[in-house]
């Protein structure tokens, strides 16, 4: 049984350039939530996608978008990029939406972006 | 807001012995909290989750504990190994702020041979 998948693994982009960073859920999992974790600091929330829709979104510009697809996948999409957004971007799956679905939240290996 | 503190930063330890990590959180209106590893430049791996009716939950040599009133959770790993060395990290959800988890920022933890 896969666990959560991202891709690239890692990624070297100049700063003004856009980025679009893929994951794939855990096998059965229909929720997506992506992070970003700077070095050396806990992971801080970008959003979650739940039935191909925004359902919640951290303090985070509208530079950054997202997208799920009708397969569960996801997509953390980046515009303008600036030096400080240089981190881990980490990829989240969980079962359901709402209080009956507040189960426990898996995460991929992370993508790693530098920005130059 | 709600705010997530990990004290120590960073901790060294000799292999063996007992340790115990601690997590605070500032709103006790949580939901459940998650305890995860990360190896350096890696993912995160759930370790153990807490509902927050809950008080302990353990997984072989991991116990974590949850005292919602106080606003405090421990990590204990008994007799450590240098293969233990990771950061740690704690998280809580929000009942009423859907999904997303609110991460502490870790203690690295070096469990020396």
């Known amino acids: 049984d896969a666990g959560v998948t991202q891709s690239p693994t890692h990624l070297i982009k100049t700063r003004g350039q856009q980025v679009t960073l893929r994951c794939s859920p855990k096998?059965?999992?229909?929720?997506v939530s992506w992070y970003q974790q700077a070095l050396g600091q806990g992971p801080q929330f970008i959003f979650q996608?739940?039935?191909?829709?925004?359902?919640q979104r951290g303090n985070f510009p509208d530079r950054f978008s997202g997208h799920q697809f009708p397969n569960y996948s996801s997509e953390l999409n980046v515009n303008a990029l600036l030096l400080g957004d240089s981190a881990l971007y980490l990829c989240?799956?969980?079962f359901g939406w709402g209080l009956a679905g507040y189960n426990e939240q898996f995460f991929g290996p992370g993508t790693r972006l530098t920005v130059l | 807001k709600q705010e997530v503190t990990q004290i120590p930063a960073a901790l060294s330890v000799p292999e063996g012995e007992n340790l115990v990590l601690n997590c605070s959180f500032t709103?006790?209106?949580?939901?459940?909290l998650q305890w995860f590893r990360q190896d350096p430049g890696k993912g995160l791996t759930s370790l153990l989750l807490?509902?927050?009716?809950?008080r302990e939950q353990t997984s072989g040599r991991l116990n974590a504990s949850l005292d919602k009133s106080s606003g405090r959770s421990t990590l204990y790993i008994a007799a450590s190994q240098p293969g233990d060395s990771a950061t740690y990290l704690c998280?809580?959800?929000?009942?009423?702020?859907?999904?997303?988890?609110?991460f502490g920022q870790g203690t690295e933890l070096s469990v020396k041979p």
């Open positions: 709103d006790s209106a949580i939901y459940n």
């Open positions: 998280a809580v959800r929000m009942g009423n702020q859907g999904g997303k988890l609110i």
């Open positions: 096998s059965g999992h229909d929720t």
């Open positions: 989240a799956s969980s």
């Open positions: 996608y739940y039935e191909e829709e925004e359902r």
């Open positions: 807490i509902q927050s009716s809950q």
